[in-house]
Structures are given as C-alpha cells and as structure tokens.
C-alpha cells in the first residue's frame, strides 16, 4: 500500500516563495506527480519525478529524493492565481499499456494573499 | 468531444435510487479511472479499466460496478444509493504519455 502525507492548508504572500512538501512510503514507486486543482475543478498536471533531483518548469520546481521518500513543489513568484489545492501522487508500477495507478495524497490547500 | 467527457456535471439522488455516472473519451487511451473526491479525504479510486474488457477494484469499491464494453465508454454505476456516495466522482485516463487526463467531474449528492 501507499501511505503519502502532506500539510493540509498553506498560506503565503503574493510575489513570495512556498513550498509544498510531500512525504511517502510505498510498497512500489515508479514516479511521483503534482497536480493543481482549483476549487470546483478537476485537477492539472504539473510535474512528474521519477530520479532524483530537480525539475524546473517556469515559475514551478520539483524535487524528489526516493531514498528519503521525499519529494516538495516550489512556486516562485506567487500570483493570486497560484490559489488552489495541490496534490502529490506517487505512481505504482505499470500494469502494461500505459495503464498505472496512482495513489493521492489528500492534497495541500494554498491561499495567495496580497 | 475533446478529452474526456463526463455526464451529468451534477445530481441530486434519492437514496435507494440506481444511478449511472458517463464517462466518455476521445483519446483511445487504454486505462480508464474512476476516483470520488472527499473533502479532508484526497481522491481516492474506485475501479479502474487497464483495457476493454478487462475491470479492476480499486481502494473504495465498494456499492459501485464498472463496465468497459469499448475503449471510449467507461460508466460507474450505483446500485442503490446511499448518502455516504455523496462526493465529487471524476473520470480519468493514461497510455503512455505522462499523467492522466481528467474529466470535469461529476457532483453527486444522496438524500
């Protein structure tokens, strides 16, 4: 099984730095996601590790250390839109065909306030 | 149709009811998903569809079917209602690309 913990609720300040940590431990790992939800909408793909290290991507980064069983999201630049909710899902190995599970986190809630 | 199409966008069940949640794509994706979204809770799976014809059980499925008759249709249904059901349903689907794409999901409320 999988067992994925981060923080509930975040809040930080427009044009700031945050960062969205994302703890797990899983009985198998073949990459890990972030995605961004805003409220009343589905969720949208943001990042994916599988090695360790960096991913940039603009405004957003993220890390992963799969021997820590760690991975975090890095906004820069907070605009008031960044408010959403964020969710880390660890992906279990493939079952072939591109058909793999993913397995969320209960996501981290960020408010962007001026 | 563009990505994944899910009907209706919202519901209002009597309990005891039958129910059947669409869900639809373009893509020819192989793998087909459904998740609820609970708040405090994360989305969590249902059943899931690795290809046409084949289903599988996911974390919570407990009083909810799944068919895959073809690739593009992938309908979740509840048997019999009941207010625990309450929550957002979303549909998603994968191949080899990264990531899944989701549908716009469905808000369903049992009373």
């Known amino acids: 099984g999988q067992n994925i913990d981060q923080p509930t609720e975040m809040t930080a300040t427009e044009g700031a730095i945050v960062q969205i940590n994302c703890t797990y431990q899983t009985s198998g790992f073949n990459g890990l996601f972030w995605y961004q939800q805003h409220a009343g909408e589905a969720p949208t793909f943001l990042s994916y590790n599988v090695l360790d290290g960096l991913e940039e991507k603009g405004r957003f980064s993220s890390f992963l250390s799969r021997s820590k069983g760690y991975s975090y999201l890095l906004l820069k630049e907070l605009q008031m839109k960044d408010s959403a909710s964020y969710l880390c899902?660890?992906?279990?190995?493939?079952?072939?065909?591109?058909?793999?599970?993913?397995?969320f986190g209960k996501g981290t809630k960020l408010s962007v306030i001026p | 149709i563009a990505g994944i199409t899910q009907a209706p966008t919202s519901q209002i069940l009597a309990a005891g009811r039958r129910m059947t949640l669409r869900c639809t794509q373009d893509?020819?994706?192989?793998?087909m998903y459904w998740y609820r979204q609970d708040l405090g809770l994360g989305l969590r799976l249902i059943h899931y569809s690795n290809t046409a014809g084949t289903t599988g059980k996911g974390e919570v499925p407990d009083g909810y079917s799944v068919s895959r008759a073809n690739t593009d249709d992938f309908p979740l249904t509840l048997a019999s209602a009941v207010p625990s059901q309450t929550s957002v349903y979303f549909c998603a689907s994968s191949d080899n690309s990264i990531g899944y794409t989701f549908g716009s999901g469905t808000r369903l409320t049992v009373v």
């Open positions: 899902a660890v992906r279990d190995p493939d079952s072939g065909a591109g058909s793999y599970q993913l397995t």
């Open positions: 893509m020819r994706h192989n793998a």
